[in-house]
């Protein structure tokens, strides 16, 4: 097995018409056990990275491998690997709740006997067992999200990736989701997600990576970032100082860098 449950190796990726990579020569290296913030403005590259890790879109460069498995050499291993949640789930309306998780239960080969276990778990989790035989057609947003994430959760995923995963959450979901994400990293799995919401960020990551135009401009923890600008403020202020900057590029150290130009 890999040393590390994500890794990313000169990822590259140019959308037809464009002129600018969407994601630029990006290396990054997450960790088993490790919550990892990716975080970055609108158009800076984090969805297209993510749906490069998931697979659904293909780098123009690099390589990329899960838990030791290339996701382009191998993907169904790879993919087996993985739990993902997109920022705009696209359910199948036309099912119920409860046939859409037997339907990812059995994609993954989720026995019987722990799939009834994980749903009941799930659904008493996000409050959903009111609405699990209803038509996912009739659900809100916020259910949807719901559905998505017990889906993404059923198969226990070595690897979970999660893009602006809050979006649509009650408060109480959220609360409870972000516990079960920190008890997912205790047992030595990995969780990658993207957030607009830096609070969270800062209160939860046990590392954050900040993309902007493409590139990785900031990696680390939230004190080796503080250090790195000798400051002792939030993550918010880092994060907008370094999208904002145009100082030359920095290096500082295995596991942190900058590059303030951000292209």
């Not at 019987?112 to 609405?131: I, N, P, S, T, Y």
């Amino acid at each position: 097995m890999s040393g590390y449950s994500l890794l990313i190796e000169g990822v590259s990726k140019t959308y037809r018409g464009s002129t600018r990579p969407a994601v630029d020569n990006l290396d990054l290296e997450v960790r088993p056990g490790e919550i990892f913030g990716f975080l970055g403005p609108n158009g800076a590259g984090k969805t297209t990275t993510i749906k490069m890790i998931v697979g659904l879109l293909r780098p123009d460069r690099g390589r990329i491998t899960l838990d030791g498995c290339d996701i382009t050499k191998d993907p169904i291993r790879a993919k087996g690997q993985i739990g993902y949640v997109p920022d705009n789930p696209d359910l199948y309306d036309r099912l119920t709740g409860i046939e859409y998780l037997n339907l990812i239960a059995d994609v993954f080969g989720v026995p019987q006997a722990e799939r009834k276990r994980r749903v009941h778990d799930l659904m008493d989790m996000f409050e959903l067992g009111g609405a699990i035989t209803d038509i996912i057609q009739s659900y809100s947003h916020g259910m949807k999200q719901k559905l998505a994430l017990m889906g993404a959760l059923l198969h226990d995923p070595r690897l979970f990736i999660l893009d602006e995963p809050m979006v649509g959450l009650d408060p109480r979901a959220s609360h409870l989701f972000k516990e079960l994400m920190r008890k997912h990293c205790d047992r030595g799995n990995t969780v990658f997600f993207s957030t607009h919401i830096l609070e969270v960020a800062e209160r939860l990551c046990d590392r954050v990576g900040i993309i902007n135009r493409g590139r990785l401009i900031a990696c680390g923890t939230i004190e080796e970032l503080r250090s790195l600008h000798r400051t002792d403020e939030s993550l918010e202020d880092i994060f907008l100082e370094l999208t904002g900057a145009t100082t030359k590029p920095e290096t500082n150290g295995p596991g942190l860098t900058t590059d303030r130009e951000g292209r």
